[in-house]
């Protein structure tokens, strides 16, 4: 039976030598962290995204924590989408934030320009936007638009959209400042890690007191802010350097398989893909496909791994994340389009390492898995 891994890590071989070379430097040179392979990977990666800052730090977690905190979060409302990763609004917590739920559109996943403007108070300090999938929504412009006329900043949460674009403009390059992380499932890894991109002198500064416990500069001891230990160490940023020169090369492979995936199911009866808006070149992070009837997840699953070795990625979001049970009671509105599609798609395995034919051996599967389904449940 072939296997088919939901989300693998891909690290040429070629590459892996590279990098066991340069990290045998670095620990020959005993300069582990914040050191030139970190100021070279920031420096090609806000090349990436046509910036002039980027800070690494070590997840995409502490990265939108940053953020949040340079742009004074503090004490004000941001708006965040409902259908997003925990860490989007854990870290407007941390960062001393109130949250803001605000409903999604269903056909890009991404927050919804009117419900964005419903959502808004006089306490909105800002507002995020997340590319789910890598997907990056047409939206994008108008509320970047809305927040400049409303004086309110724009934070991207681009962790999963690393070299996605809409009109050819790089994802983190919107709005005031953006996120990105490494974790090992994303299309590049660093194995832990994030990125902070601006073009906003200010924001760099900021985003390198407090990546270093706020202290005002490396050799003082003088703290400024409440910072934390968010550095990245050199051995992760030789990983994460030598993944983002592959970037280019795994974003087509990754293209070449959604592309297969599109053909496979353009007649399905049970699957819509979601389709790549127009001007939008995603890096397929994930490929999302909506259910078009009600469907036990678990038990595809199920099927699709123990019969056809095919392993599903996972959902974005299984659960809107006002239905979470650490923020009960946050929302006062309901937010039914993000529950929707919660609960209604799953993520179709996708990376670099594979290739069209798996994607048609995937489609077949999954048609398969769900006729039985069906079948089982009629
Ligand atoms: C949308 C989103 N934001 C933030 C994060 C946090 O990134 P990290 O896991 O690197 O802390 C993730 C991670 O998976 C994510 O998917």
Redesign the pocket.
């Known amino acids: 039976m072939r296997r088919i891994p939901a989300a693998p890590v891909v690290v040429p071989e070629d590459d892996r030598r590279g990098i066991l070379q340069a990290i045998d430097a670095v620990l020959e040179s005993g300069q582990l962290t914040l050191g030139s392979h970190g100021e070279a990977f920031e420096a090609d990666f806000a090349r990436l995204v046509g910036v002039r800052h980027a800070v690494a730090v070590n ?4 990265a ?1 924590e940053i953020a949040l905190r340079a742009l004074g979060a503090e004490g004000r409302e941001v708006v965040v989408p409902t259908n ?2 925990f ?2 609004p854990a870290a407007v917590l941390h960062a001393g934030g109130r949250v803001r739920f605000a409903d999604v559109d269903p056909r890009t996943l991404m927050l919804d320009l009117s419900q964005l403007e419903d959502a808004l108070t006089p306490e909105t300090a800002g507002v995020i936007v ?1 590319h ?1 999938g890598g997907m990056i929504a047409p939206a994008v412009e108008a509320i970047s638009e809305l927040c400049r006329a409303r004086g309110l900043w724009l934070l991207e ?1 681009a ?2 959209a690393h070299g996605s674009t809409y009109q050819s403009q790089q994802a983190g390059s919107f709005g005031v400042a953006g ?1 990105f ?3 090992p ?2 299309v590049m890894t660093s194995g ?3 990125m902070i991109v601006t073009d906003d002198r200010r924001l760099y500064e900021e985003a390198l007191i407090y990546r270093d416990q706020g202290k005002a500069g490396f050799h003082a001891n003088v703290h400024t802010r409440l910072g934390y230990n968010w550095r990245m160490s050199e051995l992760h940023a030789i990983l994460g350097a030598s993944q983002l020169r592959r970037l280019p090369e795994f974003i087509e492979a990754r293209r070449r398989v959604a592309q297969a995936y599109d053909k496979a199911l353009a007649k399905s009866t049970w699957f819509e893909p979601l389709v790549e808006p127009v001007g939008a070149r995603s890096n397929y992070y994930k490929y999302v496909v909506l259910l078009r009837q009600p469907t036990d997840r678990a038990a595809l699953k199920r099927d699709l791994r123990e019969r056809f070795g095919v392993g599903l990625a996972g959902e974005v979001y299984e659960l809107p994340c006002h239905r979470q049970p650490i923020f009960e009671g946050v929302s006062d509105r309901p937010l039914s389009e993000a529950e929707g599609v919660c609960a209604s798609h799953v993520c179709l395995p996708i990376s670099a390492r594979m290739t069209p034919e798996d994607a048609a051996y995937v489609a077949e599967s999954i048609e398969s898995a769900m006729k039985q389904l069906v079948g089982a449940a009629s």
Not at 59 to 62: K, L
């Open positions: 997840s995409g977690t502490s939108l997003t990763f860490a989007t997340v789910i949460d962790a999963h996120s992380s490494f974790y499932t994303k832990e890690g994030g």
